[in-house]
């Protein structure tokens, strides 16, 4: 809503200054150098390769006047980006690409960032979870599994990302609907989990489907079961957590954020710039493609969610005993 | 062969005239990139990548290609005549390449960093052309554990110089292991050794900063003091024939830039290390291996041409993670990796089979870049040679310019200038006192590396030590990193029992 109405505006103080030849132009902002965009995640991981095709898009189609560059800065659950962004206030050329260790991570440690304050701009879409083991493994569905863990006495290894983060999240949902305890391995981001999967060094994860994607077409790995609400199109044979009686179902939010005190105008361009992307042929395939759920939303109903999501969070924080 | 008339296609699309017109832009672009500092292979992948949607892929494959070994030759240049890492890659290459360039010999310096970029780049990509397949499965095989294990031979590398006063360089690698852990700790989230709360801190001690403090402004300070107003860089002149005589001073190194080439591959295979890591573990083997180990750190061609050999091999190395696994092994590779993604690639272990067209045009390409890169590398050494020949007050003061440039460029945080000024100050008091510094560099590149590694692998066996030597692939880099900790030691008493005999039998 705030989008069409700044448009309008904009195509309003365009025509007065055609008009008037006033230098009115403060509604159409621009971006006059590039644009960096910081990533929450380490190389390779989903929100990586999201925020890297993000930008590949963004430079395809024109979206943007200026490139976009990305940086990593995956340190500490995203603590790094986080503290970044915080000292970007007033920055009109800085966004983030975030995902759930946004809410997670302040919730986690004290590193004075309060996320209320930050500037949200769009959500592109709901990623989704899925329970994978090698393909060498004897693990072919969910009782196999539980089995398995229980056999193992808490030795089997569970890899993921950051302690905190979405991985340990869906890891300690996993142990207290199963009864079971493994332990968990962190590693810097979703690409380097899949790797030590392919790789045996550990034996589960619970990667999003673009992260293991290719080594699924490869034969690598073998998906267990789904935490979504309905089959995956790319895994038809792969069982939901729901149809096997467990009701476990965790989304990953892949949202863009700005920091404190963005001019309204920059935010209104940035937020115009992910409208038309996610519109884009390429985004819509690679939703369907990637088992994305498209699930659009900015401004004030993005702020609200983001709240919203944080307060769950922490209670599933507490629940586990992670809340700080 | 199958292989040999994939590769053939791909030189047919490579060497056509308008792809090579784009290598010989790419990589005049990619040296000057790489040469600034504080601009890398990175920056200059960055800059370029929209443009190639404009070309088909395959032309904007071996422009990115190009510039890629540009920028990596590029980062010698400023290290070796400056004395500042042009590229984060070239850290190592400013230990011996600086003191060449003080003694006049710049030149020689210059063609050893070009030809052993040259053959670290060609040993890279013939292994990569003939076992990129099982060399993934190699990386694959490489757990946490495994990781550890490498790290600690580097260090031991480096600890068992000879030559170093052994306790001064422990000394070093532990303040360094200390810098190394300032910042958000990796696995936990939890802020450590944030100093006077500011929190520039919180992200960590870029290594970068360090290396331009240390050795830039560390440096000058240095040269300011010793020289007083007499220039002590030697202007170097070089003709044609020199540049010869120096290609031919190669001859001799083949042994140190195989064994880089090797080291360079593999290290940069490793998706968590990279190529600055690996030109380090190069340059400590090359001191370790050499026969006057005390010449290095003042000059030594080997010095040069080992990091060199190792950075232009890890680049390739790192393409391969990114290819076969879908993995990027370094920063730059990252971004190749969002542009094949838009050119509706997907990287990883099917590319190789559903596009055989793309891979083989890359690594033709890969084949063309590296030679049209040495080449134009040569026929600038003049030019940058001549550089030198400014009179010191202006070349000093450019230099300062350059380092603070460096250092701000790639955070854009004041906070960055500061710590090179402190690191400037403090570089200059260590020297003063005599501590090597390379292997407090060393420490801070490899530092997050080995504490990750080592906590994950602890984690993943609850605690059980012995999971580092129980791995057969560990166990032989620990016993490697063993005998590099003990040769010091056993040459240290080997001399006390030579001179204890030497001084009984006079008293007979």
Known sequence: MTYTLTRRLAIVATASLALLAAPAAAQDWKPIKPVEMVIMAGQGGGADRLARLFQSIIQKEKLSSMPLLPVNKGGGSGAEALRYLLDKEGDNHTIMATLNSYYTTPLRTDIGVNIEEFTPIARMALDTFVLWVNADSDVHTLDDYVAAVKASGGTWKMGGTGTGQEDSLVTAMLEKEFGITMTYVPYGGGGDVAKNLVGKHVDSTVNNPSEAMGFYNAGRLRPIAALTPDRIAAFPDTPTMGELGHDLVYWMQRSFVAPKGMDPAAVAYYTSMFEKLSQTEEWQSYMSEQALLNEFLTGDALQAYFIEERGKHADLLNAIGEGS | ?508
Request: aromatic residues 10%; neutral net charge.
């Open chain 2, 1 to 508: 062969m199958d292989l040999l008339a994939h590769l053939a296609e791909g030189f047919a699309t490579s060497l056509s005239p308008v792809n090579l017109m784009i290598v010989i832009i790419g990589v005049t672009a990619g040296l000057f990139i790489g040469a600034m500092p504080g601009l890398g292979s990175v920056n200059g992948v960055a800059i370029v990548l929209p443009l190639t949607f404009i070309v088909p892929p395959s032309s904007a494959i071996i422009l990115l290609a190009a510039i890629y070994y540009g920028a990596m030759y590029g980062g010698a240049i400023s290290s070796i005549l400056l004395g500042i890492p042009g590229a984060s890659t070239a850290v190592a290459t400013t230990f011996d390449g600086r003191p060449m360039a003080q003694q006049g010999k710049a030149g020689l310096a210059l063609i050893a960093a070009a030809v052993a970029s040259f053959v670290g780049g060609t040993i890279s990509v013939v292994l990569f052309t003939l076992f990129a397949a099982p060399l993934a499965d190699l990386a694959l095989a490489f757990g946490p554990a495994e990781e550890f294990a490498l790290v600690l031979l580097a260090f031991t590398t480096f600890v068992g110089l000879g030559g170093d006063d052994v306790l001064k360089t422990i000394i070093m690698i532990c303040l360094g292991l200390v810098l190394s852990t300032v910042g958000l700790d990796l696995i936990s989230g939890q802020p450590r050794l944030i100093f006077f709360d500011q929190p520039g801190f919180y992200s960590g001690m870029s290594f970068l900063v360090l290396a331009i403090g240390v050795y830039g402004v560390g440096e000058i300070l240095h040269t300011i003091e010793t020289s007083k107003t007499a220039p002590q860089v030697t202007p170097a002149r070089l003709t044609f024939g020199s540049l010869w005589l120096g290609i031919k001073e190669m001859n001799k190194l083949w042994r140190t830039m195989s064994f880089g080439s090797f080291i360079g591959f593999f290290v940069g295979m490793l998706p968590a290390a990279g190529a600055t890591p690996a030109a380090l573990m190069a340059y400590g083997l090359a001191k370790l291996m050499s026969k006057n180990p005390d010449s290095f750190g003042k000059g030594n061609i080997e010095g040069v041409a080992a990091p060199e050999t190792a950075n232009n091999a890890a680049s390739t190395g790192s393409l391969l993670p990114m290819l076969t696994l879908g993995i990027p092994g370094s920063p730059t590779t990252a971004l190749l990796l969002g542009g094949m993604v838009m050119w509706g690639l997907v990287p990883g272990p099917m590319l190789f089979i559903e596009q055989p067209d793309f891979v083989w045009g890359l690594i033709s390409s890969l084949y063309t870049a590296n030679l049209f890169a040495v080449l134009v590398n040569i026929a600038l050494i003049p030019v940058f040679v001549w550089a030198l020949r400014m009179p010191f007050t202006v070349l000093c003061a450019m230099v300062l310019v350059l380092c603070i440039v460096g250092g701000y460029a790639p955070s854009q945080k004041m906070h960055d200038v500061w710590l090179i000024a402190g690191f400037g100050a403090g570089g200059y008091l260590l020297r003063k006192a005599d501590y090597p510094l390379a292997p407090l560099v060393l420490a801070i590149v490899l530092g997050p590396l080995m504490e990750k590694s080592f906590r994950q692998t602890l984690i993943a066996e609850q605690g059980n030590m012995m999971a580092f030597i129980e791995r057969p692939l560990s166990a032989t880099f620990i016993a490697i990193s063993a005998v590099f900790f003990l040769l010091p030691l056993l040459k240290h008493f080997r001399r006390m029992t030579r001179r204890n005999g030497a001084s009984e039998r006079p008293a007979e």
